[in-house]
C-alpha cells in the first residue's frame, strides 16, 4: 500500500489543520492506522491511532482533547483534525499502515508499522 499524507502548512497557535493521508493499492480500514509526529532533535512518536475496525482510538495525552482521528472508506483516506493547536505541535507529521494491528486495537511503537507517507510539515507560530 501507498500512503500520501498532505495539509500540513503554517498556522498561528490557537488555529486548525486537517491532515489527509490518502491510501492506494490497498484500503486503510485493512490495518491500522497511525498519524506520528517528529520534531527536530526527537523521536517519532504516535500522536493518534485509529483500529481496523474504526471502533478503538488512540490519542496521545499531549493532544488529548484537541485532535480527532477519522476514515473514510469512500475515499479511502485517514484525516487528522488539529484544533487549539500550539508551537509544540510544530513537527512533520507522517501516517503509517500496520498491516498485524489487532482488530480492535491499536499499537503504538512506531517500529510496528510497515507502511509510511512522505510526511507533511505543521508549523505552529506563537
Known amino acids: 500500500v501507498q500512503l500520501q499524507a498532505s495539509g500540513g502548512g503554517l498556522v498561528q497557535a490557537g488555529g486548525s489543520l486537517r491532515l489527509s493521508c490518502a491510501a492506494s493499492?490497498?484500503?486503510?480500514?485493512?490495518?491500522?492506522m497511525g498519524w506520528f509526529r517528529q520534531a527536530p532533535g526527537k523521536e517519532r512518536v504516535l500522536v493518534a491511532a485509529?483500529?481496523?475496525?474504526?471502533?478503538?482510538?488512540y490519542y496521545a495525552d499531549s493532544v488529548k482533547g484537541r485532535f480527532t482521528i477519522s476514515g473514510d472508506i469512500a475515499k479511502n483516506t485517514v484525516y487528522l483534525q488539529m484544533n487549539s493547536l500550539k508551537p509544540e505541535d510544530t513537527a512533520v507529521y507522517y501516517c503509517?499502515?500496520?498491516?498485524?494491528?489487532?482488530?480492535?486495537?491499536?499499537?503504538?511503537?512506531?517500529?510496528?508499522?510497515?507502511?509510511w507517507g512522505q510526511g507533511t510539515l505543521v508549523t505552529v507560530s506563537s
Open positions: 503509517a499502515a500496520d498491516v498485524s494491528a489487532p482488530n480492535w486495537g491499536t499499537r503504538k511503537l512506531w517500529t510496528s508499522y510497515d507502511y
Open positions: 493499492g490497498g484500503t486503510f480500514s485493512s490495518y491500522g
Open positions: 485509529i483500529s481496523r475496525s474504526g471502533s478503538s482510538t
